[in-house]
């Protein structure tokens, strides 16, 4: 029953199309079209006085990230550090950003369109629906993160892998970053959702509220994006770890937000 929750609302969303196609254009432009642009630019600017510049940059920081960074030219290492470690956080940004989108509108989309009786009645516990609403929610974002990464991989192979000697992305960092740190990050934007979702009145209000949860997480990708570039293994290892045992508290705690009431909009509370 759970499963079908999920292909319910997956295609529902997949149906309307004005709700998914500005996501799938905003993965395009953050995997794909920003990086190729950056990068290219950075492959053009070779004989500019840029080159140096940058080249002193990378070469002022310390030595335990300068052994991570490869190339035997100084814009063969400004491309490596910037495709590896600058361009970080949008692995966790698209996603997040996507399955915020999804779950904003996830129980108070039930309300409005007056499905919330089905799933009020239905032999569902509170529990399976918020596990189900929650799947539905997270499996679009990381999906599209995942398309996403091997878009970025394939762009910064053939740009910088030019420069670098042969195809080097995906680091280990960033595999850790995907398979292990993303998950855990999406899932707790999301019990954080679902709670308003359920008690906002209008999918309006839960989109907003929803950026006052987003933007905190983006913050933390930045600092998890930062730690990838002192020692990349351990920093996703330890992060990711954190953010499961935080993801998992908060998903344990959620069910409760989730009441029969409040899918009938007839909670004093909803």
Do not use: C
Not at 14 to 26: G, N, S
Not at 221 to 233: F, T
Not at 250 to 257: A, D, E, N, P
């Amino acid at each position: 029953m759970i499963k079908a929750v999920i292909r319910i609302d997956l295609y529902r969303l997949f149906k309307t199309k004005d709700y998914w196609i500005p996501l799938v254009i905003l993965g395009g432009l953050f995997f794909v079209v920003l990086p190729a642009i950056m990068l290219g630019l950075l492959s053009v600017v070779q004989n500019s006085p840029m080159v140096s510049q940058i080249g002193e940059i990378v070469g002022t920081l310390p030595a335990t990230i300068q052994q991570n960074i490869q190339g035997d030219t100084p814009m063969a290492r400004a491309s490596y550090a910037f495709a590896v470690y600058l361009l970080a956080p949008i692995a966790i940004v698209v996603p997040l950003t996507i399955s915020s989108a999804v779950g904003a509108n996830s129980i108070v989309g039930e309300r409005e369109r007056g499905t919330g009786e089905y799933l009020a009645h239905s032999p569902l516990t509170v529990g399976e629906i918020y596990v189900g609403k929650l799947f539905a929610s997270l499996i679009p974002g990381y999906l599209a993160g995942i398309v996403g990464f091997a878009l970025y991989s394939l762009v910064v192979n053939v740009i910088v892998g030019r420069q670098i000697g042969g195809w080097f992305f995906p680091t280990a960092g960033w595999l850790l970053l995907v398979f292990w740190v993303i998950p855990p990050f999406i899932a707790i934007a999301l019990a954080l959702i679902l709670r308003l979702s359920a008690r906002v009145r209008s999918a309006a209000s839960a989109h907003q509220a929803s950026s006052l949860v987003t933007l905190p997480v983006i913050i933390m990708s930045y600092v998890v994006a930062s730690g990838l570039l002192y020692s990349p293994v351990i920093s996703a290892a330890v992060a990711g770890l954190i953010a499961w045992v935080v993801a998992i508290l908060l998903l344990v705690s959620g069910t409760k937000s989730i009441k029969r009431e409040r899918l009938l909009g007839v909670s004093s509370d909803a």
